[in-house]
């Protein structure tokens, strides 16, 4: 339910916040005190788009916000959508939404993070129903008015079951056309059957390019690298003053002072074998390097040879060697594709024709309970309807069948006639919205125990109505209360007076400025209000009073 708006500097409002409560709420005062501004504050905080002439006169922005309490029904539905959006998830089961408008942006935000309209208005969709002049009324849509019916039914489980078939078929009818697109012709199998022979009888292998360029570059540079080799191993040891002969010269030198410090000499003397080890070990590395490298003229001319294959892939199916490789992996797969098609495409169209045969008797079977449940549910809105003034009126539920799909094989209006002899027409083509604001508090009434919008929100319900059919308005819109929170702009006492909570919107003029300022009335204050929209006079006060202790 709505805890609170906040609006500052929206048109005639300065400045104002609204406690609204569970129930019944009705909002009530003079004809162009601004009553309007808070069904227009609540739709743009649904993600309507925003007339930025809104902003009052003087002042650069406005600023809307609200607080909505979560119930059981919708808040698997927000966590969805605010994950969706990438938002944080609702804390303590509280989600508020703010818009900030100047005159050349609009801000969104979601419990204070920045959002976009689209998630406004996503969430607006599940929490708020709002019924009135310009409003959106979900309850005109075909496919809701479908969900309704399913919902009234308990139809979610069958619903589901035809969605989950459907899926199916849909996912292997659209696997055999991509197949059928997809498959290659005689003459494009044949190339396909060339490339996977002629990559494959190259015989090569993901590393190979990298493990030839490097054994090509050796032997490109062997004779330089054997000549160098050579000197550094005779610098080291075979040459005349190698660094082995230096080694050892230094060897006898300290040598002649063992006898006067034996523990220095010794240590010394360890070391200069050990460096006559060091110089040793270099010199075999040196050679088993060089002997690696040293290539015989046939075994360089066939380490060019497969280079030359290998660029010679590369260019016909490359650049690179990897490309190669994949693109003999997917001539493969084209390949298996043409010579077992008749047999892939026979299990696909198989399975195809199965998974219809089991959606067109779903479908068949959710159709009979759809017809069976709407009789009962038009019985019960006609009754509805006689409360609301409509003595004569009839609704009934029209079905057509189209292509079965994720929701079943039908396409329900609700059609409604408000007197005999007037053609009955679909809801969404009735003109009055004080006829469509009825209609709609009837089916409202009718599925309050299955609706899962929280709040309803209701625009000029009252208009063209009167007396007892203004009084049975009311006495709905309260009963309504119980399931939902109701909010309700009136020009009518009688509905008023049922109100759980009462508010009141008052213009004033103050210093040449217009101001709106809404209240909630309590006690005398409501009474005066209710006897004022009587006519006012002490038979009007008597009369609210009256009213209100019977409601």
């Given at each position: 339910?709505?805890?609170?708006?906040?609006?500052?500097?929206?048109?005639?409002?300065?400045?104002?916040?609204?406690?609204?409560?569970?129930?019944?709420?009705?909002?009530?005062?003079?004809?162009?005190?601004?009553?309007?501004?808070?069904?227009?504050?609540?739709?743009?905080?649904?993600?309507?788009?925003?007339?930025?002439?809104?902003?009052?006169?003087?002042?650069?922005?406005?600023?809307?916000?609200?607080?909505?309490?979560?119930?059981?029904?919708?808040?698997?539905?927000?966590?969805?959508?605010?994950?969706?959006?990438?938002?944080?998830?609702?804390?303590?089961?509280?989600?508020?939404?703010?818009?900030?408008?100047?005159?050349?942006?609009?801000?969104?935000?979601?419990?204070?993070?920045?959002?976009?309209?689209?998630?406004?208005?996503?969430?607006?969709?599940?929490?708020?129903?709002?019924?009135?002049?310009?409003?959106?009324?979900?309850?005109?849509?075909?496919?809701?008015?479908?969900?309704?019916?399913?919902?009234?039914?308990s139809l979610e489980k069958i619903t589901s079951e035809a969605s989950e078939i459907f899926e199916g078929f849909k996912k292997t009818k659209f696997e055999r056309e991509e197949l059928e697109k997809g498959i290659p012709?005689?003459?494009?199998?044949?190339?396909?059957?060339?490339?996977?022979?002629?990559?494959?009888?190259?015989?090569?292998?993901?590393?190979?390019?990298?493990?030839?360029?490097?054994?090509?570059?050796?032997?490109?540079?062997?004779?330089?690298?054997?000549?160098?080799?050579?000197?550094?191993?005779?610098?080291?040891?075979?040459?005349?003053?190698?660094?082995?002969?230096?080694?050892?010269?230094?060897?006898?030198?300290?040598?002649?002072?063992?006898?006067?410090?034996?523990?220095?000499?010794?240590?010394?003397?360890?070391?200069?074998?050990?460096?006559?080890?060091?110089?040793?070990?270099?010199?075999?590395?040196?050679?088993?390097?060089?002997?690696?490298?040293?290539?015989?003229?046939?075994?360089?001319?066939?380490?060019?040879?497969?280079?030359?294959?290998?660029?010679?892939?590369?260019?016909?199916?490359?650049?690179?060697?990897?490309?190669?490789?994949?693109?003999?992996?997917?001539?493969?797969?084209?390949?298996?594709?043409?010579?077992?098609?008749?047999?892939?495409?026979?299990?696909?169209?198989?399975k195809e024709k199965s998974l219809n045969d089991k959606l067109l008797k779903k479908c068949s079977e959710i159709s009979k309970k759809r017809h069976e449940i709407s009789a009962k549910f038009a019985k019960k809105v006609?009754?509805?309807?006689?409360?609301?003034?409509?003595?004569?009126?009839?609704?009934?539920?029209?079905?057509?069948?189209?292509?079965?799909?994720?929701?079943?094989?039908?396409?329900?209006?609700?059609?409604?006639?408000?007197?005999?002899?007037?053609?009955?027409?679909?809801?969404?083509?009735?003109?009055?919205?004080?006829?469509?604001?009825?209609?709609?508090?009837?089916?409202?009434?009718?599925?309050?125990?299955?609706?899962?919008?929280?709040?309803?929100?209701?625009?000029?319900?009252?208009?063209?109505?009167?007396?007892?059919?203004?009084?049975?308005?009311?006495?709905?819109?309260?009963?309504?209360?119980?399931?939902?929170?109701?909010?309700?702009?009136?020009?009518?006492?009688?509905?008023?007076?049922?109100?759980?909570?009462?508010?009141?919107?008052?213009?004033?003029?103050?210093?040449?400025?217009?101001?709106?300022?809404?209240?909630?009335?309590?006690?005398?204050?409501?009474?005066?209000?209710?006897?004022?929209?009587?006519?006012?006079?002490?038979?009007?006060?008597?009369?609210?009073?009256?009213?209100?202790?019977?409601?």
């Amino acid at each position: 339910m709505i805890e609170w708006i906040r609006i500052k500097n929206l048109a005639l409002i300065e400045e104002a916040e609204i406690e609204f409560k569970p129930g019944f709420n009705v909002i009530t005062g003079e004809t162009g005190a601004g009553k309007t501004i808070l069904i227009g504050a609540i739709g743009m905080l649904l993600g309507e788009r925003a007339d930025k002439t809104s902003i009052r006169t003087g002042c650069s922005s406005c600023e809307i916000s609200m607080s909505f309490a979560l119930p059981k029904s919708v808040a698997k539905s927000v966590s969805e959508i605010l994950d969706s959006a990438g938002l944080p998830p609702v804390e303590d089961k509280v989600i508020q939404l703010k818009r900030i408008l100047t005159a050349t942006s609009s801000r969104n935000f979601v419990n204070d993070s920045s959002a976009s309209l689209q998630t406004l208005k996503t969430l607006g969709n599940i929490l708020i129903d709002t019924h009135g002049p310009h409003e959106h009324q979900s309850l005109l849509k075909q496919s809701i008015q479908l969900e309704l019916i399913d919902r009234y039914g308990s139809l979610e489980k069958i619903t589901s079951e035809a969605s989950e078939i459907f899926e199916g078929f849909k996912k292997t009818k659209f696997e055999r056309e991509e197949l059928e697109k997809g498959i290659p012709s005689s003459s494009e199998a044949e190339h396909f059957r060339f490339i996977v022979s002629d990559i494959a009888k190259a015989g090569i292998h993901a590393d190979e390019e990298e493990e030839l360029v490097t054994r090509h570059n050796l032997a490109s540079n062997s004779h330089d690298i054997l000549e160098t080799a050579t000197n550094a191993v005779g610098m080291l040891k075979e040459s005349e003053g190698s660094l082995t002969d230096r080694i050892s010269e230094i060897y006898r030198v300290i040598q002649g002072f063992e006898g006067a410090d034996p523990d220095m000499a010794a240590k010394f003397l360890k070391q200069c074998e050990s460096l006559t080890e060091t110089a040793n070990e270099l010199v075999e590395g040196i050679q088993r390097y060089t002997g690696n490298i040293e290539l015989d003229e046939k075994e360089f001319t066939e380490l060019e040879e497969r280079i030359r294959i290998i660029q010679n892939l590369k260019r016909r199916y490359g650049p690179t060697l990897a490309d190669v490789i994949k693109t003999a992996e997917n001539a493969r797969i084209k390949l298996d594709e043409f010579e077992n098609f008749e047999s892939i495409r026979t299990s696909f169209i198989e399975k195809e024709k199965s998974l219809n045969d089991k959606l067109l008797k779903k479908c068949s079977e959710i159709s009979k309970k759809r017809h069976e449940i709407s009789a009962k549910f038009a019985k019960k809105v006609c009754a509805e309807l006689r409360k609301l003034g409509f003595a004569r009126s009839d609704f009934t539920v029209d079905f057509k069948q189209t292509e079965p799909g994720p929701t079943g094989s039908d396409v329900v209006d609700f059609i409604f006639s408000p007197n005999p002899g007037e053609t009955a027409k679909p809801l969404r083509e009735i003109a009055s919205s004080g006829e469509i604001s009825r209609v709609m508090l009837a089916l409202k009434t009718v599925l309050s125990s299955a609706d899962s919008i929280p709040v309803l929100v209701f625009d000029e319900i009252d208009v063209n109505i009167g007396g007892e059919t203004a009084m049975i308005v009311g006495q709905e819109l309260k009963a309504l209360g119980s399931s939902h929170q109701v909010l309700c702009i009136s020009h009518l006492p009688q509905v008023a007076a049922c109100a759980d909570t009462h508010y009141s919107v008052e213009k004033s003029v103050v210093k040449g400025r217009t101001f709106t300022a809404v209240s909630e009335l309590k006690d005398t204050d409501r009474k005066s209000e209710i006897a004022r929209m009587l006519g006012g006079g002490k038979a009007a006060e008597k009369h609210a009073e009256e009213m209100l202790s019977g409601k």
